[in-house]
């Protein structure tokens, strides 16, 4: 862990220690080793998904009243994003309250948008059943997001609308992977200026559909997305240790991207899961990785 993160869990131990009570402190791991040949490229080995999701070494801390600290470090940068930052999360929560600090801000249902910046955080229950508002006020400084972002969902969250607002949206490797490669972000000084989304979802018995639609513009260079993108996926769960996933992904210059996923636990706290893609009917990529978290 730098510096950087222990000053970090310092401010988070001076906060929690204001409040005259112990903490209780918890480390958690969720790594992720991939391995991914393309078509007609060379194979790699990365500590993060396909699909950007980094492998992350957790730690947190807890008090009674619902105040939390936590701070996330990855164990590798993705070339070209946006966020060079190892650190990928610190923050100081009441929790489903408010949120302060370096954080995945609020949009979407997370098939097209993993966005980390510096952000004050506020949740709100509506006074509809079922409805509720999650908005993140952003400063990532430079180069980097800023603006507004935020989702209204109702029903529990099955469904909901989304916006992002500023400049320098989506420069994240983790941000639109459906559609372009992890190290295919346009990186720190680029991005776009309005993110709008609109997602669903529902679960019927072992089988649960999901749909996402984002409309992307007031892109800064040629190398951003732009338009309309649309993901579709169900997913089956069979028995508790095993998931498939079929999904489709309609791209903003208008490639269809197909999708098989699989989520296999093999040991306690240890998965397997292999993924193979299409673009446009051809295969695309085929990747597999060993997913331990503890």
Same mark, same amino acid.
């Given at each position: 862990?730098?510096?950087?993160?222990?000053?970090?869990?310092?401010?988070?131990?001076?906060?929690?220690?204001?409040?005259?009570?112990?903490?209780?402190?918890?480390?958690?791991?969720?790594?992720?080793?991939?391995?991914?040949?393309?078509?007609?490229?060379?194979?790699?080995?990365?500590?993060?998904?396909?699909?950007?999701?980094?492998?992350?070494?957790?730690?947190?801390?807890?008090?009674?009243? $619902?105040?939390?600290?936590? &701070?996330?470090?990855?164990?590798?940068?993705?070339? *070209? =994003?946006?966020?060079?930052?190892? %650190? @990928?999360?610190?923050?100081?929560?009441?929790?489903?309250?408010?949120?302060?600090?370096?954080?995945?801000?609020?949009?979407?249902?997370?098939?097209?948008?993993?966005?980390?910046?510096?952000?004050?955080?506020?949740?709100?229950?509506?006074?509809?059943?079922?409805?509720?508002?999650?908005?993140?006020?952003?400063?990532?400084?430079?180069?980097?997001?800023?603006?507004?972002?935020?989702?209204?969902?109702?029903?529990?969250?099955?469904?909901?609308?989304?916006?992002?607002?500023?400049?320098?949206?989506?420069?994240?490797?983790?941000?639109?992977?459906?559609?372009?490669?992890?190290?295919?972000?346009?990186?720190?000084?680029?991005?776009?200026?309005?993110?709008?989304?609109?997602?669903?979802?529902?679960?019927?018995?072992?089988?649960? $559909?999901?749909?996402?639609? &984002?409309?992307?513009?007031?892109?800064?260079?040629? *190398? =951003?997305?732009?338009?309309?993108? %649309? @993901?579709?996926?169900?997913?089956?769960?069979?028995?508790?240790?095993?998931?498939?996933?079929?999904?489709?992904?309609?791209?903003?210059?208008?490639?269809?991207?197909?999708?098989?996923?699989?989520?296999?636990?093999?040991?306690?706290?240890?998965?397997?899961?292999?993924?193979?893609?299409?673009?446009?009917?051809?295969?695309?990529?085929?990747?597999?990785?060993?997913?331990?978290?503890?």
């Amino acid at each position: 862990m730098d510096l950087k993160a222990l000053l970090a869990v310092a401010s988070s131990l001076l906060a929690l220690s204001a409040w005259g009570q112990n903490p209780d402190v918890s480390l958690k791991f969720d790594g992720r080793l991939d391995y991914r040949t393309p078509n007609g490229g060379s194979p790699s080995l990365r500590f993060y998904d396909s699909l950007g999701r980094p492998s992350l070494l957790q730690l947190q801390f807890t008090l009674e009243p $619902g105040l939390r600290a936590f &701070v996330s470090q990855r164990l590798q940068r993705i070339r *070209h =994003d946006g966020d060079a930052d190892l %650190l @990928d999360e610190y923050y100081i929560e009441d929790q489903g309250v408010w949120r302060v600090g370096k954080q995945i801000v609020p949009f979407g249902g997370g098939a097209f948008l993993r966005e980390t910046v510096l952000a004050a955080r506020g949740d709100i229950d509506l006074p509809i059943e079922g409805a509720s508002l999650a908005i993140a006020v952003c400063d990532g400084g430079g180069q980097h997001q800023r603006g507004f972002a935020g989702r209204l969902s109702f029903f529990d969250g099955d469904l909901g609308l989304s916006a992002m607002m500023g400049s320098h949206w989506g420069i994240n490797g983790s941000s639109f992977a459906l559609f372009r490669n992890p190290e295919d972000s346009s990186g720190s000084g680029n991005g776009l200026k309005q993110i709008l989304g609109v997602d669903v979802s529902h679960r019927f018995g072992p089988l649960t $559909g999901r749909a996402e639609a &984002v409309n992307m513009g007031g892109r800064i260079t040629s *190398h =951003d997305p732009s338009g309309t993108a %649309l @993901d579709v996926s169900f997913s089956v769960s069979p028995s508790p240790n095993r998931t498939y996933t079929a999904g489709w992904t309609h791209g903003p210059d208008g490639v269809n991207f197909y999708r098989v996923m699989g989520f296999l636990q093999t040991v306690k706290n240890v998965f397997i899961e292999p993924m193979i893609r299409f673009r446009n009917g051809v295969e695309y990529d085929f990747s597999v990785q060993l997913h331990v978290h503890f």
